[in-house]
C-alpha cells in the first residue's frame, strides 16, 4: 500500500470517529435535555400543588400551564392543570386538559374519571358515560366508578342500564346502603314495586336510619295501596326525622285515604310549614 494510501485511509478513520462521536454527543444532549425539561416541570407541578393547598388557583394555574410548557408530554401535568381549570370552573378548559391527560396516559383511571366528571357537569352525558364505562374496564373492582356509571344512567333516564349498573356496583360492595336504595328508586320508576319494596329493605338492612329511604317504601306502598303498611314505615321516618316534610305530607295522604280527615289536614299543614315549596302537600 502506498503511503498516499494509508493516509488517505487512516483519515476517513478519524472522520468515522468523529462522525460517531458528534452523533453521540448530540444523543446525549437531547436525553439531558429531556430530563431537565421533566425535572423543572416536576418542580412547577410542586409550586402549582402548594398554591391549590392555599386555595390559590390563579397562582396554581400559573404554575400547571408552565408545567405543560415544559413537558408536554407529562401527563401529570395536563392532568393537574384539568383539576385546576375545575377548580376555577372552567369546564371547557378542564376537559380539554383531562383529554390530553387520558391520551398521554390512556391505562390511567384516575384522569379519565375526573374527566368524566367534567363531562356530567357540562351536561354531556354520552362522553360521560364513555369515560367512566373506560375507567370501570380499567379498575374492574372499584365501586365508586361504578356508582357513578349507575347515576348517570339513571339520571339520563336510561333506568334499565341504571338497574343494571347498580346492580354491578352492589356486587362489588354489597353493604353499600346507597347503592341499594338507588336501585330501588330506578326498580320503582319502572313499575317493579316489589324488586323495589326488596332493594329499600335490603338498603335498610345495610343502614337503619335513612328515613327517606323508609318515605320512599312507604311510597311504594301507597302505590298498591297498603295503607297500613305505609303509615307504619311512615312514622318510623318521622321518629327519626320529625321535620321531614315529605314524609308529613305522605302521612297526610294515607291519613286522608283512611277518611282520618282531621289528622290528615294536621300532617298536610305540618308538611307546608316546614317546606313551603312541598306542592303536593297543598
Given at each position: 500500500m502506498?503511503?498516499?494510501?494509508?493516509?488517505?485511509g487512516?483519515?476517513?478513520?478519524?472522520?468515522?470517529h468523529?462522525?460517531?462521536?458528534?452523533?453521540?454527543?448530540?444523543?446525549?444532549?437531547?436525553?439531558?435535555?429531556?430530563?431537565?425539561?421533566?425535572?423543572?416541570?416536576?418542580?412547577?407541578?410542586?409550586?402549582?400543588?402548594?398554591?391549590?393547598?392555599q386555595?390559590?388557583?390563579?397562582?396554581?394555574?400559573?404554575?400547571?400551564?408552565?408545567?405543560?410548557?415544559?413537558?408536554?408530554?407529562?401527563?401529570?401535568a395536563?392532568?393537574?392543570?384539568?383539576?385546576?381549570?375545575?377548580?376555577?370552573?372552567?369546564?371547557?378548559?378542564?376537559?380539554?386538559?383531562?383529554?390530553?391527560?387520558?391520551?398521554?396516559?390512556?391505562?390511567?383511571?384516575?384522569?379519565?374519571?375526573?374527566?368524566?366528571?367534567?363531562?356530567?357537569?357540562?351536561?354531556?352525558?354520552t362522553?360521560?358515560?364513555?369515560?367512566?364505562?373506560?375507567?370501570r374496564?380499567?379498575?374492574?373492582?372499584?365501586?365508586?366508578?361504578r356508582?357513578?356509571?349507575?347515576?348517570?344512567?339513571?339520571?339520563?333516564?336510561?333506568?334499565e342500564?341504571?338497574?343494571?349498573?347498580?346492580?354491578?356496583?352492589?356486587?362489588?360492595?354489597?353493604?353499600n346502603?346507597?347503592?341499594?336504595?338507588n336501585?330501588?328508586?330506578?326498580?320503582?320508576?319502572?313499575?317493579?314495586?316489589?324488586?323495589?319494596?326488596?332493594?329499600?329493605?335490603?338498603s335498610?338492612?345495610?343502614?337503619?336510619?335513612?328515613?327517606?329511604?323508609?318515605v320512599?317504601?312507604?311510597?311504594?306502598?301507597?302505590?298498591q295501596?297498603?295503607?297500613d303498611?305505609?303509615?307504619?314505615?311512615?312514622?318510623?321516618?318521622?321518629?327519626?326525622?320529625?321535620?321531614l316534610?315529605?314524609a308529613?305530607?305522605?302521612?297526610?295522604?294515607?291519613?286522608?285515604?283512611?277518611?282520618?280527615?282531621?289528622?290528615?289536614?294536621?300532617?298536610?299543614?305540618?308538611?307546608?310549614?316546614?317546606?313551603?315549596?312541598?306542592?303536593?302537600?297543598?
Open positions: 502506498t503511503d498516499a494510501a494509508r493516509r488517505a487512516t483519515t476517513m478513520m478519524r472522520t468515522r468523529w462522525a460517531r462521536s458528534v452523533v453521540l454527543g448530540i444523543g446525549l444532549t437531547v436525553v439531558s435535555g429531556c430530563t431537565l425539561g421533566r425535572d423543572l416541570a416536576r418542580a412547577r407541578l410542586a409550586d402549582g400543588d402548594a398554591a391549590l393547598r386555595r390559590n388557583i390563579d397562582a396554581a394555574l400559573v404554575e400547571f400551564r408552565e408545567a405543560v410548557k415544559l413537558d408536554p408530554q407529562l401527563a401529570e395536563h392532568y393537574k392543570l384539568g383539576l385546576a381549570y375545575k377548580e376555577k370552573g372552567a369546564l371547557d378548559d378542564a376537559a380539554t386538559s383531562l383529554q390530553e391527560a387520558v391520551k398521554l396516559d390512556p391505562k390511567n383511571a384516575t384522569p379519565i374519571i375526573e374527566l368524566g366528571d367534567v363531562y356530567r357537569l357540562l351536561n354531556r352525558i362522553q360521560a358515560i364513555r369515560a367512566y364505562t373506560m375507567a374496564d380499567l379498575e374492574p373492582r372499584n365501586f365508586d366508578i356508582f357513578r356509571l349507575a347515576t348517570l344512567y339513571h339520571q339520563s333516564g336510561d333506568l342500564k341504571a338497574v343494571e349498573a347498580y346492580e354491578d356496583a352492589i356486587r362489588v360492595e354489597p353493604r346502603a346507597y347503592a341499594r336504595s336501585l330501588g328508586a330506578a326498580l320503582a320508576a319502572l313499575g317493579r314495586d316489589y324488586d323495589a319494596i326488596k332493594a329499600y329493605k335490603d335498610l338492612e345495610c343502614n337503619q336510619a335513612q328515613p327517606v329511604v323508609l320512599n317504601l312507604a311510597t311504594v306502598y301507597i302505590n295501596e297498603r295503607w303498611t305505609a303509615q307504619r314505615a311512615l312514622n318510623v321516618a318521622l321518629s327519626m326525622d320529625p321535620k316534610s315529605v308529613h305530607e305522605r302521612l297526610g295522604y294515607c291519613l286522608w285515604r283512611r277518611q282520618s280527615y282531621a289528622a290528615a289536614a294536621e300532617h298536610y299543614e305540618k308538611a307546608i310549614e316546614l317546606d313551603p315549596k312541598n306542592a303536593a302537600a297543598y
